[in-house]
């Protein structure tokens, strides 16, 4: 770990990204994108989801039409668990490792789907347990050699959750920087949905039962594993809920020191990656049920950050709709993917920026010449189209 040198002087940089989002208001931008809708050539409401990913992303410009969201780039954060040891995942830990060879090489999903919407893929190695050598796409950021297991103690100290966070912040600014106007979140690590559950369950209040699902498409007796590990860590840390209300015992007062306990590197990497993004203003895709994870801890420690969000799906695991619906953040695309990556959220990129071009594109009813409909009349044909 490397002291932080944010901007032209000494300080932490997840205290002043934290700073920069106390006053981040979307009102006025989303204010005159709702109301440049009404003027559009479309019925009300016909654009449906789009409208409001344009809505956002004007709110997050404070401007309407916002600029086009292009170019966009995947960051895919990597790290290894030290849960894995609970046997909670058929795979071998040694596959988070061989994955990131696979993305640095071109050939998994993810880059099929970032070549198909002219995406840049950049991995960030906040934690995988062996030594990478230096490639090509492939940022440096490890912590230490992956998380110890929640279930004996925290998964990683408080200074390696911060050092994670502020090499997040640091990725979302660099990507930035190079020109990039679109984030999209990524990830990969070997037992990080185990993480995941454990991190939903903790800040929405749900129980283990609830938030663990079947990851890379485990076994019946595998599931019971996971779902028993996942309620042993958050029992041992007074994470769980309530059962005389069946939720949260406190509010997460502490989110950081939750995301150390029984979350991962690249949970915490991705929370600095969405805080340092909001930050900058700049839109952020979110992928599967990891990115959803470090949203919930993000969200909690800068409530306003969530302006730069746009869920890119809904993945089949169930605490990625908990973690959604407690963000209050709608899906763009709903396929059934369990992938992670980053690919669902890349498939969602050109919704993003077609939502853009329309704010910017689309004629309104008086530049257009086109009637508009008569208010006095609900039965008249001949709607505008």
Do not use: Y
Request: charged share 15%; proline share 7%; aromatic share 2%.
């Amino acid at each position: 770990m490397h002291d932080e040198t944010w901007g032209n002087h000494h300080v932490d940089p997840l205290d002043e990204t934290l700073a920069a989002l106390v006053d981040l208001d979307a009102e006025p931008g989303a204010a005159a994108a709702r109301e440049h809708l009404t003027r559009m050539t479309v019925p009300p409401g016909a654009l449906g989801g789009v409208a409001e990913l344009g809505v956002r992303l004007a709110g997050l410009a404070g401007t309407c039409p916002p600029p086009l969201p292009e170019p966009a780039v995947v960051a895919v954060f990597a790290g290894d668990h030290g849960v894995h040891a609970q046997g909670v995942t058929p795979w071998p830990q040694e596959v988070t490792a061989q994955m990131v060879a696979n993305f640095l090489a071109g050939g998994a999903a993810v880059n099929a789907f970032a070549a198909t919407v002219g995406a840049e893929v950049q991995v960030v190695d906040v934690g995988v347990a062996a030594d990478l050598a230096p490639a090509p796409g492939l940022l440096p950021r490890k912590v230490r050699h992956g998380t110890a297991d929640m279930t004996a103690g925290p998964a990683m100290t408080r200074d390696e959750a911060r050092a994670a966070v502020h090499a997040g912040i640091e990725t979302a600014r660099d990507l930035v920087v190079a020109g990039n106007r679109l984030l999209v979140t990524g990830d990969m690590g070997i037992a990080n949905t185990t993480a995941s559950a454990a991190l939903v369950a903790a800040f929405t209040g749900a129980s283990a039962e609830q938030v663990t699902g079947r990851g890379t498409g485990i076994d019946d007796a595998t599931h019971a594993r996971k779902t028993a590990v996942v309620a042993e860590a958050l029992a041992r840390h007074g994470l769980a809920p309530d059962p005389s209300d069946g939720h949260f015992r406190s509010a997460p007062e502490d989110p950081l020191g939750v995301l150390a306990a029984v979350g991962g590197l690249e949970h915490a990497g991705l929370t600095g990656f969405l805080l340092g993004a909001a930050a900058l203003r700049t839109p952020v895709v979110l992928d599967g049920v990891v990115s959803g994870a470090a949203a919930l801890v993000a969200a909690a420690l800068a409530p306003t950050a969530s302006h730069a969000w746009l869920a890119g799906h809904r993945s089949v695991e169930p605490a990625h709709t908990l973690a959604l619906d407690h963000l209050g953040l709608a899906p763009a695309l709903d396929l059934g993917l369990r992938v992670g990556e980053g690919t669902g959220a890349l498939l969602a990129v050109p919704v993003v920026a077609a939502a853009a071009r329309a704010l910017a594109d689309v004629a309104t009813f008086d530049a257009a010449g086109v009637a508009k409909k008569d208010a006095t009349d609900e039965h008249e044909a001949g709607d505008p189209p």
